[in-house]
């Protein structure tokens, strides 16, 4: 599955705004996220998990880390749905889809290198991530690396035209 190009794309938009173009969407993501960005996972019990987090788009995909002790990495062993809700510049987007541990080394390396372009200074050691450093909720290290690839990614207008789409991949 790729974000090249989405399946279907739908104007959510009731005040006659235009559709968001996909391209400007994909643009936005490639510059990466703003500031906020959180996930949703599902309890056992079917209760929503929402914790914030640092993400980073890369190559069609949402990446992120979790302790492999944290309700989240828990939540993701049992059931992969995950939804990403981010921010670019123009738009708040909510990215749908399911979530899988990275363990292959030469996507872990690739995801590292961006972190670390971003100023963590993250190291890949066996299938997870250290650093001297991370959030402070996040835990000690080691972290595992998740993915999303997206099956759904809505775009809310947040500056001029605005508008709301849904894009189905």
């Known amino acids: 599955m790729t974000t090249e190009k989405p399946t279907t794309t739908r104007n959510l938009d009731g005040y006659d705004a235009p559709v968001i173009p996909w391209e400007k969407v994909r643009a936005g993501l490639e510059k990466g996220f703003s500031h906020s960005r959180w996930l949703a996972t599902t309890n056992a019990d079917g209760s929503p998990h929402v914790m914030p987090l640092g993400a ?61 372009e971003g100023g963590w200074p993250a190291e890949v ?11 402070p909720s996040a835990g ?6 998740y993915k999303i690839t997206p099956d759904t990614i809505y775009a809310l207008g947040i500056s001029a035209p605005y508008g709301a789409t849904r894009f189905r991949f």
């Open 56 to 116: 980073l788009w890369l190559d069609g995909a949402a990446y992120f880390t979790s302790s492999p002790k944290s309700v989240k990495s828990k939540n993701l062993d049992r059931d992969h749905a995950a939804t990403i809700v981010a921010s670019t510049p123009d738009f708040d987007l909510v990215i749908e889809g399911e979530a899988s541990r990275v363990t292959d080394g030469a996507e872990l390396e690739k995801v590292v290198a961006e972190y670390r």
């Open 125 to 135: 050691e066996a299938e997870a991530l250290t650093a001297p450093f991370s959030a």
């Open 140 to 145: 000690p290290p080691p972290w595992y690396l």
